[in-house]
């Protein structure tokens, strides 16, 4: 996608002083994808007869990534995907993303770096980065809103009895990575970019909304509590089987219900989803696990998972920021 509006006098309407050089280092950095920076706050013009999409997520260190884990560079791209991926989980178009970067002294020399990483998600999404906000901290953070617009969001709430329950891609490679991490290994290209490198499926959620999806939501608590929070929002009973739960090499399904940070959606959808023409026009697989099933007496809101015999196997819990 084309960038316009980006005018030189933005650099320019900065004051001096350290911080707004490091602000104009950074729009240097992003070019056309940096857009009406430079004034007390961005105005964006939503399309006529669409609805505002907002969201924000925060991206910390300690809490999402370990500085040895990854490039400054994947750090920026990670934080800029994982917050555009609720966008994606609504069906909305992206109109732009605000950031508010906390940085620590030692993080300073790699501040272009990150820049450069939520760059290249901006560019390959089509997201006008429209603000921010830099502040000297002792804990490297990332908080990302991002603005989308769409006719009709896709929400958590609208699945139906006799709904598929689809999802995208490969999941569990996250979780191995920071396993491996964990254990002082190294983790495999392929799980490590799967953790480093999540695409937000924004084209492919629109193309889920044009055909029929009526619950979105993405996978970044682990598949089981992410349909979890779509059974609750709807207020149905969904049953997911675990041989059809589709995993990266070296991930067990625990791997793949439990994981997160993921940034695959997970779609209720009437059954009958054209999965081959998905895969063709994404390269990205889309796979069918489960359904929703009419509500035994006060199991709305419960996900079942059912093992290789059909029997119920114990529900994998997601991540939580406060257990433990
Ligand atoms: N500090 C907060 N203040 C207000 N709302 C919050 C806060 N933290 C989370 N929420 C809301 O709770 C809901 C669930 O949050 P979360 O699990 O972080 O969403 P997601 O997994 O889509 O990023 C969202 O609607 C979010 O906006
Ligand atoms: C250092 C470190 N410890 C643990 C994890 C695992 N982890 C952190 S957050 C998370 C789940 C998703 O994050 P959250 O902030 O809840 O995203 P949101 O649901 O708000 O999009 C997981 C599995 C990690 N990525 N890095
Ligand atoms: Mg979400």
Known sequence: MAFAGMTA???HRLGPGREFDLVRAMLARWGDVAQGIGDDAASLVVPPGERLVVSTDASVEGAHFRREWLTPEEIGW???ASALSDLAAMAARPLGMVIAMALPDV???????IADGIGAVARATGTPIVGGDLVRASELGLTITVLGSAVRPVGRDGARVGDAVYVTGMLGGPRVALRAWERGEVPSAEARARFARPMPRIAEARWLAERGARALVDVSDGLGADVRHVAAASGVRIVLERRLVPCLAGASPADALAGGEEYELAVAAPPGLDVEAFAARFGVALRRVGEVV????GAAGQVEIRGDD???VEFPSGHDH???
């Not at 993080?107 to 770096?113: E, N, Q």
């Open 310 to 312: 059909g029997a119920r």
């Open 107 to 113: 993080w300073r020399a790699d501040a272009l770096a």
């Open 322 to 324: 406060f257990s433990g």
């Open 294 to 297: 009419a509500d035994a007496a």
């Open 9 to 11: 006098d933005a650099h």
């Open 78 to 80: 990670r934080a800029a």
